[in-house]
């Protein structure tokens, strides 16, 4: 295999992880070294991974310091967030982890935002003419009891 790519996977705890791994690693085409990492210790992707870190939040203030070094100490070419806040976090320190080479599988942060919250991604749908069903914001739970009735 002449194809050889480092991925750092963000979040590897969830669920779905074991089998994303399991799928990159049966590529006949690319050697995929996959370096993984999440808040906890015992996530059940880090045994899939080759190599797994302790990672902070992905909220947190040192978050993409972490993980621009980890980039660097790893020599990772491609970094997959797999959390909401881990890709905002992500997205909004694009340019750093491009500068020092990592390309960052993960929409633009104003997509990321947008996408947090349903009812943002349906108002942005409808305001550029792609028709939606009927939908109501609710902020508190007295607006969601009246909307739940209407």
């Given at each position: 295999m002449a194809n050889k790519i480092n991925i750092l996977l963000t979040c590897v705890g969830g669920g779905l992880v074991p089998r994303a791994i399991d799928i990159l690693k049966s590529s006949d085409e690319v050697d995929f070294r996959i370096v993984g990492i999440d808040t906890s210790a015992e996530a059940v992707g880090a045994r899939f991974c080759d190599k797994f870190y302790q990672a902070p939040m992905?909220?947190?203030?040192?978050?993409?310091?972490?993980?621009?070094?980890?980039?660097?100490?790893?020599?990772?070419?491609?970094?997959?967030?797999?959390?909401?806040?881990?890709?905002?976090?992500?997205?909004?320190?694009?340019?750093?982890?491009?500068k020092n080479g990592v390309a960052v599988a993960a929409p633009p942060s104003k997509v990321v935002k947008m996408a947090h919250n349903k009812a943002d991604v349906l108002d942005y749908l409808k305001e550029n003419n792609v028709p939606v069903p009927e939908y109501r914001r609710a902020n508190t739970p007295e607006e969601l009891i009246v909307a739940a009735r209407e």
């Open positions: 992905g909220e947190s203030s040192d978050y993409s310091d972490f993980l621009i070094e980890l980039c660097k100490k790893e020599h990772i070419e491609v970094l997959i967030p797999w959390s909401d806040e881990e890709a905002l976090s992500v997205a909004l320190a694009r340019g750093e982890f491009e």
